[in-house]
């Protein structure tokens, strides 16, 4: 219960292609058209529908990938009234089952084309292979770009070649024609620091300094390092990477210090995202949605339920409505305080706001109306949760059927263990052992 949620956990950094979403600033939600009771049950969500891909399939021009075979069909198809681009051709060859080499060897009897070189670099291959491609188009008068250094970046990431990647932006960051941009840098440092110690993160930025054309760290760059050391609890390095953030020109924005607040919850110094969230203020800086979500979650945390409602009152103030993850973090707190019913009613008003619980913020209510001692609430929320087919954690599960062994309701804990195992919550030796532990403990009291 005391953990980030999902939401917040796996909100994403501003990195390249994948920018951040814009602050919720939007109206609020419709209202419902009928008021919530206590508990009513959530319907079954709906499966979405595959969008249609964007991509279409590969003409059919080759029936193999013999290469003499194909190299005796592309005269007609170069001749033809509407010839396909090099590209189209390449793509329909590597579809008949050819591979990259033999791809390599018909691209010389090809039109030169800057996609065709691209479509090559973006398949999984080696560092002498995307250095090849990048000679062949130097040579053919269409040098690479930023575009292909990044398309080559991304595939070595891909088939898991980081080292031949670094070796990559660092053979590029010494050519003055075409250096890698700060989007394709920032994606690498972030696969860097993700799996290798943040002091070959740094040694790599200062050898991209001393390059003619490396790129430097921006704003990007550093909110990234200091999510990299909040992850691992170091946050007197990111507290010096703020500074030294700030000492290269750059101002902070919200994204690094909801980084920061993140990282005081996640070694549960919560109450110190108060103090992150002032200097913020102070410094005029504009706090959006996830910003109040995590200091909602860290006071809450910290049993600091009245500050955190004060906050839920000022971020609707600023035109941030609540979200699934404001009011579980509520709820979390509320709980933790005793208050199990306040956080029940509150369920009440979240959907009547037009806010849908999630599996988060069920599994937080069950173990706090199971702790209270309300096995009746338990049993309404437990059969809601069926009733939407949702998974029940390990630790709701351990509470409840704790609480249902207790009041020696053993049929109705089997009933939990068998749910349990059908929908895929757990394992059955991680059910099991919770519910022996269970009964043993009702033997026990009996005796």
């Known amino acids: 219960m005391g953990k980030i949620p999902p939401s ?51 003409l059919r021009l080759f029936s193999s990938p013999d290469l003499p075979t194909a190299l005796s069909l592309l005269p007609s198809l170069l001749s033809s009234p509407s010839p396909p681009d090099s590209s189209s051709i390449l ?44 000679h ?84 990007i760059t550093y909110t ?24 290269s020109g750059f101002k902070p924005d919200c994204y690094v210090y909801n980084v920061i607040m993140k990282g005081y919850c996640m070694v549960d110094a919560c109450g110190e995202v108060m103090e992150i969230y002032n200097k913020m203020k102070d410094e005029g800086i504009e706090p959006d949605l996830v910003t109040y979500n995590t200091l909602i979650f860290g006071l809450s945390k910290a049993g600091m339920v009245d500050q955190a409602k004060k906050i839920l009152n000022v971020m609707t103030g600023m035109g941030h409505f609540p979200d699934t993850v404001t009011y579980t973090s509520l709820m979390n707190g509320m709980c933790r305080k005793g208050d199990a019913l306040g956080a029940v009613s509150l369920l009440g008003e979240m959907e009547e706001k037009g806010c849908s619980p999630n599996e988060c913020t069920y599994n937080t209510l069950l173990i706090g109306v199971c702790k ?25 599960y351990s509470t409840f059927v704790r609480a249902l062994c207790r009041a020696n309701k053993v049929a109705e804990a089997y009933e939990v ?31």
């Not at 990234?224 to 000492?247: Q, Y």
């Not at 349990?420 to 026990?444: D, F, G, I, M, P």
Request: aromatic content about 6%.
């Open 8 to 58: 917040m956990r796996s909100g994403r950094l501003p990195i390249p292609l994948l920018r951040p979403p814009p602050s919720s600033s939007t109206s609020p939600p419709p209202q419902p058209s009928k008021p919530h009771p206590l508990l009513k049950t959530k319907k079954p969500k709906k499966p979405q529908q595959p969008s249609p891909s964007s991509t279409s399939p590969p």
């Open 372 to 396: 209270a001692k309300y096995l009746d609430k338990a049993m309404v929320l437990y059969g809601m949760m069926t009733a939407g087919g949702m998974k029940v954690d390990a630790a709701a």
């Open 91 to 134: 793509r329909s060859y590597l579809s008949s089952g050819a591979t990259l080499s033999s791809a390599l060897s018909l691209l010389p009897h090809l039109p030169p084309s800057r996609p065709a070189f691209h479509l090559l670099l973006s398949l999984p291959s080696d560092l002498p292979t995307s250095l090849r491609i990048l």
């Open 224 to 247: 990234i390092l200091i999510d990299a050391v909040c992850r691992s609890g170091n946050l007197r390095e990111a507290t010096r990477l703020l500074s030294v953030l700030k000492d």
């Open 136 to 219: 062949l188009m130097s040579s053919s008068d269409l040098p690479p770009d930023p575009s292909t250094a990044d398309i080559a970046v991304r595939s070595l990431l891909s088939s898991s070649s980081l080292d031949d990647a670094l070796a990559l932006v660092r053979n590029l960051s010494a050519d003055l024609s075409s250096p890698p941009d700060q989007f394709t840098y920032n994606f690498l440092i972030r696969h860097l620091s993700k799996s290798r110690p943040i002091s070959s993160v740094y040694a790599f930025i200062d050898e991209m300094r001393q390059l003619p054309a490396g790129p430097r760290p921006n704003v």
């Open 417 to 447: 263990f068998d749910y349990a195992l059908e929908s895929k919550s757990l394992s059955e030796v991680t059910a099991y052992s919770a519910l022996e532990s269970s009964l043993k403990w009702l033997k026990k009291a009996q005796a």
